[in-house]
Structure formats: C-alpha cells, structure tokens
C-alpha cells in the first residue's frame, strides 16, 4: 500500500525525442506527487509536483501527467537534452503518510 | 544564501568505529530528515524531526542515532550496529505549513568503511 513502483529502471533517448517515466502507486490517500531531478554525487532537486486536482502540470519542457483511477502518474521530458542526462526519482505522500515515499529511480542518458 | 549544507563531502572510517554526519539548513523549516541511498534501491528514510528535541524512526533506523538539540542542526550518527553503514547519505527539511511535502536536500555525505 505504501510503495511507489517506478518503471523503467534505465532509458536512452536521443537528442530531441520525448523521455517519458511511469509511476504507479497504491494507497489512494496519497495527494502529493513530486518529480526529482539528481546527478551524480548531488542532491535531488525538486522539479515539478502536482495534486490529484489537475490532471497535468506543464513547466517547460517538463510535464506531469495524473490518471487518478489508475493511480499512475508519468513525468514527460520534451525536446530531452544531453544536460537532461540525470536520475529520476518520483514520490508521493498524503493522508496518514505524511512523509515522501520514493520511487527506485531512472537513470536517463540522452545521447547527442 | 538559504539552503542545506551537509559536511563533510565524503567520510572514511574503519569497521567499528561510529561516525556522525552534518546537517544544517538556514531555510527555517520545522521538519528535517535524514535518507539513505544505495544504488537501484531509490531513497529510503532514517529518521526524521518535527520539532526541537523530538524524532521518529523511519524505515530503516536500526543502527542509526540522531538528535535534534536546535532548528537548524540535525546530526545523524552511524554506529557500530549499522551492518552495511557504506552509502551515500542525504538530509532533507521542509516546512510544515503550506506544501508540505515540499522537501529540499543538501548535497549529500558519501560514507566509506571498510
């Protein structure tokens, strides 16, 4: 009930094309579902998050998209980069669950 | 300049020896946490504070301490009883208030022992 399945583990996109993360989760009081951008030896950054009232948030080339009846949620990277190359990380949180469960990650490489 | 600072950047030590790792953060916020991340395996959370002089265990606390004596500060100790302390440590804080969940990290410890 209180995992986030994150899929794929690994993706190669090249230069220009779309990279698209998947997440699913199970407990349905969840209410927060942020994206984290990490590279190597930092910190993850916060990068986009949205609520279960809007079923897209769009902040540049970066787009969240929310199915509440599956319990998905999906990160968009458009036009991805090589800067982009990176691990993501998605998480959610909400009801009694007050604080973030992550998902396992994606090591995304865009290739030139 | 507001944010998270962890020291040191990376920290050797031998078996049986504990080890207590920085955390400061001059962001104001009330809540602060501490994660582990080991490759493939995602973040997984140690402890994590509310409030001065009080914490809660996460999901893998065992062989772990903290405390949490001013706002600021939130220092983790790995101790002896950690059975795989070799990882990289990350500590987070949030406000309480508003987005919540909202939580920023500092830029990591990378522990060693061997």
């Given at each position: 009930?209180?995992?986030v399945k994150?899929?794929?583990?690994?993706?190669?996109v090249q230069?220009?094309?779309?990279s698209?993360?998947?997440?699913?989760?199970e407990?349905t009081?969840?209410d927060?579902?942020?994206?984290?951008?990490?590279?190597?030896g930092?910190g993850?950054?916060?990068?986009?998050?949205?609520?279960?009232?809007v079923?897209?948030?769009k902040?540049g080339?970066f787009t969240?998209?929310?199915?509440k009846s599956?319990?998905?949620?999906?990160?968009h990277?458009?036009?991805?980069?090589?800067g982009?190359?990176?691990t993501?990380f998605?998480a959610a949180?909400?009801?009694?669950q007050?604080?973030?469960?992550?998902g396992?990650?994606?090591?995304l490489s865009?290739?030139? | 300049?507001?944010?998270?600072?962890q020291?040191?950047k990376?920290?050797?030590r031998?078996?049986?020896?504990?080890v207590?790792?920085?955390?400061e953060q001059n962001l104001n916020?009330?809540?602060m946490?501490?994660?582990?991340?080991d490759?493939?395996?995602?973040?997984r959370l140690i402890?994590y504070?509310?409030?001065v002089?009080?914490?809660?265990k996460?999901d893998?606390a065992?062989g772990?301490?903290?405390?949490r004596?001013?706002?600021?500060?939130?220092?983790?100790t790995?101790t002896?009883a950690?059975?795989?302390?070799?990882?990289f440590?990350?500590?987070?804080?949030s406000?309480?208030?508003?987005?919540?969940?909202?939580q920023?990290?500092?830029p990591g410890?990378r522990l060693?022992v061997?």
């Amino acid at each position: 009930q209180q995992q986030v399945k994150q899929s794929p583990q690994s993706l190669i996109v090249q230069k220009g094309g779309i990279s698209i993360i998947n997440c699913a989760y199970e407990n349905t009081a969840f209410d927060y579902f942020p994206w984290y951008q990490q590279f190597p030896g930092k910190g993850p950054a916060l990068l986009i998050a949205i609520r279960p009232d809007v079923s897209e948030k769009k902040e540049g080339r970066f787009t969240i998209s929310f199915n509440k009846s599956a319990k998905q949620f999906s990160l968009h990277i458009m036009d991805s980069q090589p800067g982009d190359s990176a691990t993501y990380f998605c998480a959610a949180s909400g009801g009694s669950q007050g604080n973030l469960i992550f998902g396992k990650g994606t090591k995304l490489s865009v290739k030139p | 300049d507001g944010g998270i600072t962890q020291s040191p950047k990376y920290l050797f030590r031998k078996e049986g020896q504990n080890v207590t790792l920085s955390c400061e953060q001059n962001l104001n916020h009330d809540a602060m946490y501490w994660y582990r991340q080991d490759p493939g395996q995602g973040l997984r959370l140690i402890y994590y504070s509310q409030i001065v002089n009080d914490f809660q265990k996460g999901d893998i606390a065992e062989g772990y301490s903290v405390s949490r004596e001013k706002k600021e500060s939130f220092p983790l100790t790995v101790t002896s009883a950690q059975k795989n302390p070799t990882a990289f440590y990350l500590c987070a804080s949030s406000r309480l208030d508003g987005p919540t969940y909202e939580q920023y990290f500092g830029p990591g410890t990378r522990l060693t022992v061997t």
